[in-house]
């Protein structure tokens, strides 16, 4: 006599637990967020080594620095790979939104000036209006964006950074023109995370205090974006990513698809902008418009395409190389003979060995490792975990 259906599953679960821990009987246990203890292990590991490395020696206010730039790259990477990893639509217009975020900031929460505007707000309304108004501009370019695909779409979006650098120097009550504008302080409730405060009797170096507002922001925005990938929306972005005509076959609403795509990719874009204004402490429309506008915009190419496509991880790793290799390159520059600074009469500037590494980067990962240093890491994960067997 069989068992009644609804105890096969709880008899499942538990062999599952005595004997396969890997093995899953429900969808929902298979596409969890820290599905295995391991992950479940590093992950925190990694957190907490995350928020004590400001308080060790070896955190200098130059690497911490670096490390906020890279938190903030991280954002503007899962951005884009949202709409172009998981969504398969090609995008080099990223710096755009990114630079639309940063001035947006800059006016809603930035002071007046000669001839700029501002309204002086705090930055639980500037921050997330930086990411509204790209979102904004991004859902009004979507449905043109979603006519063509591939190369033309590609060159598409291309064209809103130079049209981007004209409104940039054109709109100087919103960007101060040529000479650009401060950024917003960061504020909120009269508690600014970008000066030196005191917490429960602890010090916090200005850094610090900044490095801590990102890391935070950064998980809350990386597990929204792993989500989306987990719903209905992201399983429909693969869809169109993969076969756009069949899935539309299938029922999948190609227009809003793309469309929701551009616009979250927008958004998370503009908030990256927003808070890169505060790294850079200055902006202008040279940062994010014409061939300046279209390296940073290979720049965030580059984060996805290194770290790895339609992940998030991949993202936050690819930021981290991107962000950090141009530094380790000026470090080793010293032991180089024919690589230095610019104006130093070396054979090679820093600037063109990066762009050289960039380059040369993306094209071996096209052809040996599509997924990226993410795809490496899961290659020797799987071996080990294969290990000693052969297949």
Request: hydrophobic share 55%.
């Amino acid at each position: 006599m069989s068992a009644p259906p609804d105890t096969i599953e709880p008899k499942a679960a538990r062999a599952t637990l005595r004997g396969r821990p890997e093995l899953y009987t429900r969808y929902a246990a298979d596409q969890a967020l820290l599905n295995t203890n391991a992950k479940k292990f590093w992950t925190l590991a990694l957190l907490l080594a995350v928020i004590i490395l400001p308080f060790t020696p070896f955190a200098t206010r130059a690497w911490l620095g670096n490390l906020t730039v890279v938190m903030i790259y991280a954002i503007g990477g899962i951005g884009l790979n949202l709409v172009t990893g998981f969504a398969g639509q090609v995008s080099l217009g990223h710096a755009f939104f990114i630079g639309l975020g940063a001035f947006t900031a800059a006016f809603v929460g930035g002071t007046p000036g000669r001839t700029a505007g501002g309204l002086e707000l705090e930055m639980w309304i500037w921050l997330p209006l930086a990411g509204l108004v790209p979102m904004a501009v991004g859902l009004l370019v979507a449905p043109l964006a979603a006519r063509v695909r591939g190369l033309y779409l590609a060159i598409l979006t291309l064209g809103l950074v130079f049209l981007g650098e004209h409104i940039f120097r054109e709109w100087e009550f919103v960007t101060g023109g040529f000479i650009g504008r401060r950024a917003p302080e960061p504020v909120i409730a009269g508690f600014n995370f970008n000066q030196r405060q005191e917490i429960f009797g602890v010090d916090f170096e200005r850094e610090a205090i900044f490095y801590l507002f990102c890391f935070v922001l950064l998980v809350i925005l990386a597990v929204l974006a792993r989500n989306l990938a987990r719903s209905k929306s992201g399983r429909a972005f693969a869809a169109v990513r993969d076969r756009d005509v069949a899935a539309e076959v299938m029922g999948v609403p190609l227009l809003k698809t793309k469309v929701l795509a551009f616009g979250v990719s927008s958004f998370y874009a503009g908030i990256c902008g927003g808070l890169l204004a505060i790294a850079f402490g200055q902006i202008t429309p040279e940062n994010f418009g014409g061939l300046a506008g279209l390296l940073l915009s290979v720049e965030f190419l580059a984060v996805i395409l290194i770290g790895g496509v339609a992940t998030i991880s991949g993202s936050i790793i690819g930021a981290a190389f991107v962000v950090l290799l141009p530094r380790f390159v000026e470090i080793a520059s010293a032991y180089i003979p024919f690589v230095g600074g610019q104006g130093s009469g070396a054979f090679l500037t820093i600037f063109q060995v990066n762009q050289i590494l960039f380059g040369a980067l993306i094209v071996a990962f096209l052809i040996l490792e599509p997924r990226g240093l993410f795809g490496l890491w899961l290659r020797m994960r799987n071996y080990w975990k294969a290990w000693p067997f052969s297949y």
